[in-house]
């Protein structure tokens, strides 16, 4: 109607009719799985059914792929005022810019961790790997009467579902470690309710907020000093192994498996027999 208004006299309007400045949420999932409920409450039951018996159940998933170098991470550290770390302005896609791939071991019943910093490729080789990694530096040891071991991941990735070398590579281990080692997936799209990922995850970004993670030791000690409250402890190691992209798994090779599917989504809930065992 022609009248002037400041933005402040706009911002108190906007105040006193109950909204404020908020961030976006995420909360969509998009399109859900009809049993998507009910593989929670499976996943959920033999969780209790595993640590019941004192019997090993970790979480494991990839974090999100880190730029090495002096580039922004977002959140703000302290600094002495007018002191900001600098960093650099662009951090464009680069494939000859060093990365880091952080594969994470969450163990529910002792609330530690396990992460191995990967320079190469995330593949199912390197996941199982560190699932290795694992066990022989902090497993074991923690958990020295475990016949059994449950996994709870996601759908997908390099421990998805569909991955034939996730099931080879975890037979493998099998072998070796002479144990039967069962796998929960998630359903599609929520990955979010994997403990990892609130566990521990979520931690590691608290802790090395607003710090550029200029180098690969650095992000090492970053990980390793993450503790909270509740008693978190995580080990970490730099994992400079090269893996190989694009391995085919023939079917013959599944086929020697020891791989029993359960009744219920046998796709998502499945496990493997070291072959010693009869």
Request: contains cysteine; positive net charge; charged residues 25%.
């Amino acid at each position: 109607m022609g009248h002037q208004i400041s933005e402040r006299t706009v911002n108190n309007l906007l105040h006193e009719m109950g909204y404020s400045l908020q961030g976006n949420q995420k909360t969509l999932e998009g399109k859900q799985h009809p049993d998507r409920n009910q593989q929670f409450r499976h996943i959920e039951r033999k969780s209790r059914k595993f640590l019941k018996k004192n019997q090993p159940v970790i979480s494991v998933d990839t974090k999100k792929k880190e730029l090495v170098g002096q580039h922004k991470n977002m959140g703000n550290e302290w600094h002495p005022k007018g002191n900001p770390e600098l960093v650099k302005v662009h951090d464009f896609p680069d494939p000859n810019l060093p990365k880091a791939s952080p594969y994470g071991v969450y163990d529910l019943s002792t609330n530690t961790g396990w992460v191995s910093v990967g320079t190469d490729h995330d593949t199912a080789e390197f996941a199982v790997e560190t699932i290795r990694r694992w066990w022989l530096s902090m497993g074991r040891k923690n958990h020295p009467n475990a016949k059994k071991l449950l996994i709870m991941a996601d759908g997908g990735g390099s421990n998805g579902s569909r991955n034939k070398l996730w099931k080879t590579e975890l037979q493998k281990l099998a072998d070796e470690l002479n144990m039967e080692i069962s796998v929960c997936h998630f359903p599609p799209g929520t990955s979010k309710w994997n403990k990892i990922e609130h566990r521990m995850f979520s931690c590691i970004s608290m802790n090395w907020r607003g710090r550029p993670l200029t180098n690969y030791e650095t992000i090492v000690n970053l990980i390793s000093n993450t503790t909270t409250k509740n008693g978190l402890e995580i080990n970490c190691m730099l994992d400079k192994s090269k893996y190989q992209t694009g391995i085919k798994i023939t079917d013959e090779q599944m086929q020697n498996l020891r791989l029993t599917k359960e009744k219920f989504h046998g796709e998502w809930n499945y496990k493997l027999k070291p072959h010693e065992c009869k």
